[in-house]
């Protein structure tokens, strides 16, 4: 259908409407027709950019921080990855937070609980843990760890190196519904309820203890993906079918429930041969991407840049995302996704 333009309004018209909108916004209203269809798009028009920071600048410029302040005055030692389309704002996509975390060997980051979620992705260092409801675990680079709602948690370094990780949380999320509470632990470290393991043992072997039924939107209970378990997936399925858009791509799940491993948080892990070249796909989840391994390029909409190990990259909701491997790469990435599905708005284009 060919809509026929309106006539052009006279400038007495428009004066009158000017006249007209200044006296409802007196009394707190606005009219729908001057912003429709900036409300209503046609498709996605982030205000997010695409954007990359790389490591070997992130690695130095954290490392300042932990001259500057320490992690029990800062609570936590994080630089926020702010996009530059949304300054300001703290975050990197609309809907989520992500930030570069630094712990010192010997230093707490002390315990406390939050409605919002947090995943960790561990980049560099060896010795520090992190401590989820009473059970700790070692951090190793690559391992996916994750803080679901209102758990309590702490992080500490027993080693002899700086530990840096990637932290990703649903701030902007549980902003947007004024629905944030937060409180800190009398006590600066977790006692210990149960050994290392624990719960990958209890929830994370295709069992759940005989009396467990969990509801359907509950995280999970594995509070740690080991690295060397994704991995050992994606290199055994890499012998298999590629798929032409994603390469060798698994989602994280909570085992017990097949959902997401927390309800405002999805996880991927993907693998891209050498000298693969994915094709173009648009989804509507901006995305946070981190290069674990290997080396390649990735175009976002127009934009291309080169990628190494622990280089991070957003792509923005429906902008199109190309990559192509030139070693062996794996990919993290992490984005609102469940929540999306869960409200039937999540849409991909494969082009
Ligand atoms: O480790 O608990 O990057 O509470 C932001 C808020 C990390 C954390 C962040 C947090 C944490």
Same mark, same amino acid.
């Given at each position: 259908m060919n809509a026929a333009k309106p006539d052009p309004v006279s400038l007495s018209a428009q004066r009158e409407r000017a006249a007209y909108y200044e006296r409802i916004a007196a009394n707190h209203m606005t009219p729908l027709w001057e912003v429709l269809h900036a409300l209503v798009p046609t498709q996605p028009k982030s205000p997010a950019q695409a954007a990359i920071w790389r490591y070997a600048e992130l690695r130095e410029q954290v490392l300042e921080a932990g001259r500057l302040i320490s992690a029990e005055e800062a609570e936590r030692r994080v630089l926020i990855l702010e996009n530059p389309g949304l300054r300001?704002? @703290?975050?990197?996509t609309q809907s989520l937070y992500a930030g570069l975390q630094l712990i010192l060997p010997g230093e707490v980051a002390p315990a406390h609980r939050h409605t919002q979620s947090a995943l960790r992705l561990v980049l560099d260092g060896e010795g520090a843990y992190t401590a989820v409801d009473g059970e700790r675990t070692t951090m190793r680079r690559g391992d996916f760890i994750i803080t679901p709602s209102w758990t309590w948690h702490d992080h500490g370094n027993l080693g002899n190196e700086p530990v840096v990780w990637l932290d990703g949380l649903d701030i902007p999320t549980v902003r947007f519904l004024d629905a944030g509470f937060a409180e800190k632990s009398e006590l600066s470290s977790q006692q210990a309820l149960r050994p290392e393991g624990d719960a990958l043992a209890r929830y994370g072997a295709n069992m759940v203890p005989v009396d467990y039924a969990p509801k359907p939107a509950d995280p999970t209970r594995v509070f740690v993906y080991p690295f060397e378990r994704t991995r050992a997936s994606l290199q055994a399925i890499a012998h298999g079918a590629s798929d032409p858009h994603h390469g060798f791509k698994l989602r994280y799940v909570? =085992? *017990?429930?097949? *959902? @997401?491993?927390? =309800?405002?948080i999805g996880a991927f892990a993907q693998w891209l041969p050498a000298g693969f070249e994915t094709r173009p796909v648009q989804a509507t989840d901006g995305t946070v991407v981190v290069c674990l391994e290997g080396s390649g390029e990735v175009n976002v909409g127009y934009q291309s840049w080169r990628f190494h190990e622990s280089d991070v990259f957003v792509v923005p909701s429906w902008q199109a995302l190309q990559l192509r491997a030139d070693r062996d790469a794996l990919m993290f990435s992490f984005s609102d996704r469940p929540v999306q599905q869960a409200l039937g708005l999540w849409r991909e284009q494969r082009l």
């Amino acid at each position: 259908m060919n809509a026929a333009k309106p006539d052009p309004v006279s400038l007495s018209a428009q004066r009158e409407r000017a006249a007209y909108y200044e006296r409802i916004a007196a009394n707190h209203m606005t009219p729908l027709w001057e912003v429709l269809h900036a409300l209503v798009p046609t498709q996605p028009k982030s205000p997010a950019q695409a954007a990359i920071w790389r490591y070997a600048e992130l690695r130095e410029q954290v490392l300042e921080a932990g001259r500057l302040i320490s992690a029990e005055e800062a609570e936590r030692r994080v630089l926020i990855l702010e996009n530059p389309g949304l300054r300001g704002q @703290s975050c990197i996509t609309q809907s989520l937070y992500a930030g570069l975390q630094l712990i010192l060997p010997g230093e707490v980051a002390p315990a406390h609980r939050h409605t919002q979620s947090a995943l960790r992705l561990v980049l560099d260092g060896e010795g520090a843990y992190t401590a989820v409801d009473g059970e700790r675990t070692t951090m190793r680079r690559g391992d996916f760890i994750i803080t679901p709602s209102w758990t309590w948690h702490d992080h500490g370094n027993l080693g002899n190196e700086p530990v840096v990780w990637l932290d990703g949380l649903d701030i902007p999320t549980v902003r947007f519904l004024d629905a944030g509470f937060a409180e800190k632990s009398e006590l600066s470290s977790q006692q210990a309820l149960r050994p290392e393991g624990d719960a990958l043992a209890r929830y994370g072997a295709n069992m759940v203890p005989v009396d467990y039924a969990p509801k359907p939107a509950d995280p999970t209970r594995v509070f740690v993906y080991p690295f060397e378990r994704t991995r050992a997936s994606l290199q055994a399925i890499a012998h298999g079918a590629s798929d032409p858009h994603h390469g060798f791509k698994l989602r994280y799940v909570n =085992p *017990a429930t097949g *959902a @997401s491993p927390m =309800p405002t948080i999805g996880a991927f892990a993907q693998w891209l041969p050498a000298g693969f070249e994915t094709r173009p796909v648009q989804a509507t989840d901006g995305t946070v991407v981190v290069c674990l391994e290997g080396s390649g390029e990735v175009n976002v909409g127009y934009q291309s840049w080169r990628f190494h190990e622990s280089d991070v990259f957003v792509v923005p909701s429906w902008q199109a995302l190309q990559l192509r491997a030139d070693r062996d790469a794996l990919m993290f990435s992490f984005s609102d996704r469940p929540v999306q599905q869960a409200l039937g708005l999540w849409r991909e284009q494969r082009l």
